[in-house]
């Protein structure tokens, strides 16, 4: 059994004790993190046009560059040091709903946490990237509160029947 689970930052350790809950022990485990590529190429137009092109060395971009490779490497590496058994690290970057069904590909499982509002029930609890994937994944889908879920009455009351 191939399980794949999506790590990103904030709800990472959900994904990972929903791992070594459901998963059996001798799974083969995958921690994926994506990067998304808009990041650091979004700090760099905004500082170019904010302040012109002579001044590459107070550039944003490359800092966020750094940190957001620094930080993959740093889920990954808490998210293993966690699961506590053998496990694949993978690292993609581009468009993260897409990278994320892609490495789905072939496998038996896909864990991911929500990322919407979880303030309640619902399907506003999925942002866009988890819709996407949950919806397009190739494969069953394990699909996580990264804490516990808010109560039943924070579903709404059903719509009144009209005669």
Do not use: K
């Not at 971009?61 to 993978?90: F, H, K, Q, V, Y």
């Amino acid at each position: 059994m191939r399980v794949i689970a999506w790590l990103v930052e904030g709800t990472w350790p959900a994904c990972v004790d929903a791992v070594r809950a459901h998963a059996p022990h001798d799974a083969e485990v995958v921690l994926l993190h994506v990067s998304g590529p808009d990041v650091p190429g979004v700090a760099h137009g905004a500082f170019a046009g904010l302040l012109g092109r002579g001044h590459r060395e107070r550039d944003p971009g490359g800092l966020l560059e750094a940190l957001e490779g620094g930080s993959a490497t740093e889920i990954l590496d808490a998210a293993a040091a966690r699961l506590g058994r053998p496990c694949a690290r993978a690292e993609r970057s581009g468009r993260v709903e897409r990278e994320v069904v892609a490495a789905a590909e072939g496998a038996d499982l896909l864990v991911v946490a929500r990322d919407g509002d979880r303030s309640r029930l619902g399907p506003r609890s999925l942002g866009p990237a988890v819709r996407f994937a949950v919806d397009h994944a190739p494969c069953p889908v394990l699909l996580v509160w990264p804490e516990p879920a808010p109560g039943l009455a924070t579903i709404p009351p059903p719509p009144p029947h009209h005669h």
